[in-house]
């Protein structure tokens, strides 16, 4: 009788639907890793394109990926709470299928676990590529230094324990479009969070992000409900009472309405579209001037008459900021990430 083969150590995890146009550099950043000793996990998420004929054509050349289908659409959160639920080992390593992660990426985060074991979670930073592979915006280590709600690496670069994962209860749905961040929120109350800040994964930035493609009411609201949880976060207020009973009329504010305007901006310039968010100024009228709300007012008409040149002035203020923080940081000493 044939020995059964050893259980791998990490578990890469990546829910995809209809991801076909970039999915094949997505699977090969992976698949071609320093490190080896894994299992590939994705779950095709009802896909209607050439996404199931990739996958299947991928999984006959590697024994390391194991295909998961969902004949009905979970979305982005069922999605992602099932892939996880679908692997095998007590480490798994998010991927999202736009994206490329660097060959190291793997083995340098399993080290940073694996050497830590008050650890629950380490992310990486990145730079952002548009849809032809181009970067449009390099790794901006200034990002460490300054703290907040908003974590300095992506969704797809984290690396977590599966026991904290499942300890806070994995993604809600109720906190769509930033289940991420809420996420890892909740993790960082369970033990700490460590950033590597090599450069070890790209972020698509494209026109077909689901999160650009949303309706704007849709996004309007998870971002509006978002700012209201965050801030009552940072008061030491627990905001699982407010995703229960959700938002009303009397929630919402100018001041959410400039954030949301400034990221939904912001995910359109770095797509290489321009920002569209002009013809919403005016409702922003009595918001006090501070350096949020000329920012969205540069973004909102610079933006908008030359994106180029504006993507330009971000990419200089960008790497000015990088090297400038480069000084407190050794590329292979991993970060203390704290929530606040």
């Known amino acids: ?26 699977i090969n950043s992976i698949v071609r890793q320093t490190f080896h000793d894994f299992e590939f996990v994705i779950l095709d998420d009802a896909s209607t394109d050439q996404t199931p004929t990739i996958l299947r054509d991928w999984a006959g050349r590697d024994h390391r990926i194991r295909i998961v289908t969902s004949r009905r659409q979970l979305g982005v959160v069922g999605s992602a709470n099932r892939v996880v639920a679908e692997a095998r080992t007590a480490i798994c390593a998010r991927m999202d299928a736009d994206d490329v992660s660097h060959p190291d990426r793997l083995r340098l985060q399993w080290e940073v676990l694996d050497a830590h074991p008050d650890v629950c979670l380490v992310g990486t930073l990145a730079e952002a590529i548009d849809a032809a592979g181009w970067v449009v915006r390099t790794r901006d280590r200034s990002t460490l230094l300054r703290g907040g709600t908003i974590p300095p690496f992506p969704h797809g670069s984290a690396m977590f324990r599966r026991r904290t994962f499942e300890e806070v209860g994995g993604y809600r749905e109720a906190c769509a479009f930033w289940e991420d961040r809420d996420l890892f929120i909740r993790m960082s109350q369970r033990g700490r969070i460590l950033v ?33 949880c965050l801030a009552l976060y940072r008061a030491g207020q627990d905001y699982t009472p407010l995703l229960e009973r959700g938002l ?24 290489g579209r321009r920002p569209g968010i002009l013809k919403h100024v005016p409702a922003l009228f009595g918001v006090p001037l501070s350096r949020s709300s000329l920012r969205v007012l540069g973004l909102a ?21 990088d090297w400038k923080a480069s000084r407190k940081f050794d590329d292979g000493r991993p970060v203390e990430w704290r929530f606040r």
């Open 1 to 26: 009788m044939a020995a059964s083969r050893t259980p791998p150590r990490l578990s890469v995890v990546m829910p995809v639907h209809n991801g076909g146009d970039y999915l094949q550099e997505s």
């Open 301 to 321: 008409v610079l933006g908008e008459f030359s994106p180029a040149f504006y993507r330009r002035l971000w990419r200089l203020v960008h790497r000015f900021r």
């Open 196 to 228: 590597l800040p090599s450069t070890l994964y790209r972020l698509r930035c494209h026109s077909q992000s689901s999160r650009l493609n949303a309706s704007q009411q849709r996004t309007k609201a998870a971002f509006l409900l978002m700012q209201r």
């Open 248 to 271: 009303g009329q009397a929630d919402a504010d100018r001041k959410a309405e400039l954030y949301w305007l400034s990221a939904v901006g912001s995910l359109r310039l770095w797509a």
